[in-house]
């Protein structure tokens, strides 16, 4: 994955603000979209990589991984193209707001923008606020960690890196058009898959490799319904699958190396059915902005110890809510 030259990446920037025992103070960070969503061309001329909807890569750029990954590149996007094309622009100085349906997947960067910002959560808490009011039933409005590494797994035939949105895993494995330093055209086709709703449907393409990682979900959610989720692996750091038996497959009964499923709480699921949704009667109100507030306990109270709880708070209106 090479740089693109034809527009000069310009991430937005925004404050978040870091606390310990002697308060708070303001850190910034830029925001960066992922590589997924991003023209990839030939390095030297205006040619798609992966033209024709995806359908195919174009065999001439891409006769393999490693050779596509060199001759291909990751275009950067302005200022202008962050705002209107993809629809993520920054509220303030500590807001961002991502407008449906063309707002993409982004991340936080180091004030460089060249390395993601990490976070430690173990002994911590993490607090966002968030406006949740327009999304209706079937959306999802999701912020969560996963374990990808600062770099963007810089290096080899990847010269983008974090500062183009690279690197990125999650606990579904998923099969991304570049892995690493490697474009995923080997086994390139599409497949059927089963969808929620239980019936059969063709999906993809996708390459043969997938990237499998840890993922927690701090929030998955819209006016009507919401869930936080850990999605554990056995692996303990970002690995390389392939095969069903390797990425998983819940639908032949593959587990895999990741728990898809996860470990999650929904209130509603657990039959607090009145806890979370839109209006006065229920005890979080969707219709009004809210502090969403997760806290990582550990053993012994300290960084060191073991995780032995994940517990949830909310903060609307001045009132604090505990998960129930």
Not at 66 to 91: F, H, L, M, P, Q
Not at 197 to 215: D, F, L, S
Not at 301 to 318: A, F, H, S
Request: proline letters at 5%; glycine letters at 10%.
């Amino acid at each position: 994955q090479q740089v693109g030259h034809m527009a000069q990446e310009s991430q937005p920037s925004m404050s978040i603000g870091v606390c310990g025992q002697s308060g708070c103070a303001p850190e910034w960070t830029k925001v960066v979209m992922d590589m997924n969503w991003r023209w990839l061309h030939n390095k030297d001329a205006y040619n798609n990589c992966l033209p024709n909807g995806a359908d195919a890569w174009n065999v001439t750029l891409c006769p393999s991984p490693d050779a596509c990954s060199r001759n291909c590149a990751i275009e950067g996007i302005d200022a202008k193209g962050y705002r209107e094309t993809y629809k993520a622009a920054t509220v303030g100085d500590d807001g961002l707001k991502l407008t449906f349906p063309k707002a993409p997947r982004v991340y936080l960067t180091e004030p460089s923008g060249e390395r993601y910002r990490m976070f430690q959560l173990l002994n911590r808490e993490f607090s966002f606020e968030v406006d949740v009011s327009t999304l209706p039933c079937g959306m999802n409005a999701a912020l969560y960690f996963v374990e990808m590494a600062a770099d963007g797994h810089m290096g080899g035939s990847n010269g983008a890196g974090a500062k183009y949105g690279t690197g990125y895993c999650d606990a579904q494995c998923p099969h991304t058009k570049l892995i690493r330093d490697r474009a995923n055209t080997e086994g390139w086709r599409t497949h059927v898959a089963k969808t929620p709703e239980n019936v059969w449907k063709e999906v993809g393409p996708e390459g043969k490799w997938g990237i499998c990682c840890a993922e927690m979900d701090l929030f998955e959610a819209n006016r009507e319904a919401g869930a936080f989720t850990a999605h554990p692996c056995n692996h303990p750091e970002q690995t390389v699958c392939e095969g069903d038996e390797e990425c998983g497959n819940k639908d032949y009964g593959h587990t895999g190396w990741c728990d898809k499923d996860g470990c999650g709480f929904s209130t509603y699921r657990v039959g607090h059915e009145k806890f979370w949704g839109a209006g006065e009667e229920y005890t979080v109100d969707t219709t009004r902005p809210m502090q969403v507030i997760t806290q990582f306990i550990s053993t012994d109270g300290t960084d060191d110890g073991d995780l032995k709880e994940i517990r949830r708070v909310y903060i609307q209106d001045g009132k604090v809510i505990k998960n129930p």
